[in-house]
């Protein structure tokens, strides 16, 4: 596939069988979260919804650098120009 031009001339083949798993178990959370919660109207809103389970995951474990876990105004601001909205 790499002499056709089909794949990536630099692509790796990984002998890693469960390599998914590490993207999986960080998912979880947000699977638990968005489960009990109303069904969404269209796809806009589950995409804003779900982001913003993303992003305060990602601050809490400690992702972004410009949002320190225990500075809720910068958080507030993060996640405001996240969305573009007025906080």
Same mark, same amino acid.
């Given at each position: 596939? =790499?002499?056709?031009?089909?794949?990536?001339?630099? +692509?790796?083949?990984? #002998?890693?069988?469960? *390599?998914?798993? !590490?993207?999986? #178990?960080?998912?979880?959370? !947000?699977?638990? *979260?968005?489960?009990?919660?109303?069904?969404?109207?269209?796809? /806009? /809103?589950?995409?804003? /919804?779900?982001?913003?389970?993303?992003?305060?995951?990602?601050?809490? =474990?400690?992702?972004?650098?410009?949002?320190?876990?225990?500075?809720?105004?910068? #958080?507030?601001?993060? !996640?405001?120009?996240?969305?573009? /909205? +007025?906080?």
């Amino acid at each position: 596939m =790499k002499r056709d031009g089909g794949l990536w001339r630099f +692509a790796k083949l990984r #002998q890693v069988k469960f *390599l998914n798993n !590490i993207v999986e #178990q960080d998912h979880r959370r !947000i699977k638990r *979260l968005v489960r009990p919660g109303p069904g969404f109207k269209s796809l /806009t /809103t589950a995409s804003w /919804t779900i982001s913003g389970y993303e992003g305060m995951a990602m601050i809490r =474990k400690g992702q972004v650098v410009r949002a320190p876990a225990n500075d809720m105004g910068t #958080q507030r601001d993060f !996640i405001a120009t996240l969305f573009g /909205t +007025a906080a």
